[in-house]
């Protein structure tokens, strides 16, 4: 069974940076697409980045574009998410899922979920 654990967040200042982790343990990654979401207190959960596996293609909401960047370690069946220059507007639980492809930045359909990592931008 696919399972998903995301790591890396924590509590940092506007314009600082966070590496986010995606660790799947099960099958390999080769067949799925991987996208990252993130889900503020009082809002729905949204797509933030979205990578398909197989040709590395990516996509990005317009909120994050330009900031974030998100990539893959296949030997380590991990993806990652880097995000720069973040923003209070930013803070949110971040969750990984797997899935089998990305309609630009969302993935679909959202098969297997992590428990999620906090990222909060305080002054």
């Known amino acids: 069974q696919t399972q998903l654990v995301e790591s890396g967040g924590g509590l940092v200042q506007p314009g600082a940076s966070l590496t986010l982790s995606c660790a799947v343990t099960?099958?390999?990654?080769?067949?799925?697409?991987i996208g990252w979401f993130r889900q503020a207190p009082g809002k729905e959960r949204e797509g933030v980045s979205c990578?398909?596996?197989?040709?590395?293609?990516?996509g990005y909401a317009d909120s994050v574009k330009g900031r974030f960047t998100i990539s893959k370690d296949i030997a380590k069946n991990t993806v990652y998410l880097q995000m720069n220059n973040l923003k209070p507007e930013d803070t949110a639980t971040y969750y990984c899922?797997?899935?089998?492809?990305?309609?630009?930045?969302?993935?679909?359909?959202?098969?297997?979920w992590g428990p999620g990592t906090q990222v909060t931008v305080s002054p």
């Open positions: 899922s797997a899935g089998d492809y990305c309609d630009d930045y969302v993935l679909f359909p959202t098969k297997h």
């Open positions: 099960g099958p390999t990654l080769g067949p799925f697409s």
């Open positions: 990578i398909r596996l197989v040709n590395d293609v990516t």
